[in-house]
């Protein structure tokens, strides 16, 4: 029987460990190396983040063009009308400008029509003319100028109709332009004296501009600083009074042409051009 011959190849243990562990730390560096520079990029596209520009105030298609040019793309999300924003103009931008943000994300707009808004006309026919002026404010319409007549049918200081700037008379309900001036037709008593408004209630703007479509002047104006409860600016008291109260029937007071009217308003003084005159006696 031929001998048996057995070949031992002498193994070092340690070389196959080192090796086996060199190959897990380079491959874990490939993978991590893959993610990073290939992997997460792909996903986040970082490096390519962009500035939004800043469109307000550009036409609708100067902005749109802008942002196309950057890498967005655009939605008209509202057309609102801003009284002191140009007509046709974009108002508002989200994200705003200087945000940073990917290629291709949406920028929502707000732009402005491209003409004004027309409004309806409300129903101010026999109205007081602080009652007038509030409602028309109220509906949207801040160019307003007054126009006494002569009237038989209303008593003094109601409100006959409503024209435009070139005298011709609106019907209630009918659409006007919001920016256009608004002429209030005021009946006017034929007795030199005028009835005396009623402000409390009002802003003291508002009760400037009562006086002055009137004919009467602004007087002494008290702010007080003990009511914290009452928005700023409200008249709270006036001198003289509009009415008061005989036999249980109101009897209302009549003033001069150029009278003034004391007025007492919450809060801070707002600086005004006006005559100074020490205040009537408090009613």
């Known amino acids: 029987m031929a001998p048996r011959f057995h070949i031992r190849i002498p193994t070092d243990k340690k070389i196959y460990v080192w090796l086996h562990a060199v190959a897990a730390l380079l491959t874990a560096l490939l993978l991590l190396l893959f993610f990073f520079l290939l992997a997460l990029p792909f996903y986040t596209r970082q490096g390519q983040l962009r500035s939004i520009p800043n469109i307000v105030g550009l036409s609708p298609e100067?902005?749109?063009?802008?942002?196309?040019?950057?890498?967005?793309?655009?939605?008209?999300?509202?057309?609102?009308?801003?009284?002191?924003?140009?007509?046709?103009?974009?108002?508002?931008?989200?994200?705003?400008?200087?945000?940073?943000?990917?290629?291709?994300?949406?920028?929502?707009?707000?732009?402005?029509?491209?003409?004004?808004?027309?409004?309806?006309?409300?129903?101010?026919?026999?109205?007081?003319?602080?009652?007038?002026?509030?409602?028309?404010?109220?509906?949207?319409?801040?160019?307003?100028?007054?126009?006494?007549?002569?009237?038989?049918?209303?008593?003094?200081?109601?409100?006959?109709?409503?024209?435009?700037?070139?005298?011709?008379?609106?019907?209630?309900?009918?659409?006007?332009?919001?920016?256009?001036t608004l002429v209030m037709v005021v009946s006017e008593s034929p007795e030199p004296t005028i009835e005396v408004p009623q402000l409390m209630g009002l802003s003291?703007?508002?009760?400037?501009?009562?006086?002055?479509?009137?004919?009467?002047?602004v007087g002494n104006i008290e702010y007080i600083f003990?009511?914290?409860?009452?928005?700023?600016?409200?008249?709270v008291k006036q001198n003289p009074l509009p009415y008061d109260w005989k036999e249980g029937k109101k009897h209302y007071h009549r003033v001069e042409k150029g009278s003034y009217i004391d007025l007492w308003v919450v809060g801070m003084p707002v600086p005004q051009e006006s005559d100074t005159r020490k205040p009537h006696p408090t009613p």
């Open 204 to 217: 003291e703007e508002e009760a400037r501009f009562v006086l002055r479509a009137l004919g009467l002047r």
């Open 62 to 180: 100067k902005g749109i063009q802008r942002l196309q040019d950057a890498g967005f793309r655009s939605v008209i999300q509202d057309t609102i009308f801003v009284v002191g924003k140009p007509l046709n103009s974009i108002v508002e931008q989200y994200p705003s400008y200087g945000q940073l943000a990917k290629p291709g994300r949406k920028i929502y707009l707000r732009v402005s029509p491209p003409s004004p808004p027309r409004l309806p006309l409300p129903e101010l026919r026999g109205l007081s003319v602080e009652h007038g002026l509030r409602r028309l404010q109220q509906a949207g319409f801040q160019h307003i100028q007054l126009r006494y007549s002569p009237a038989t049918e209303l008593p003094p200081n109601n409100i006959i109709s409503l024209e435009d700037k070139q005298g011709k008379q609106l019907s209630p309900h009918s659409l006007f332009t919001i920016t256009d």
């Open 226 to 235: 003990d009511q914290p409860q009452l928005p700023l600016g409200l008249v």
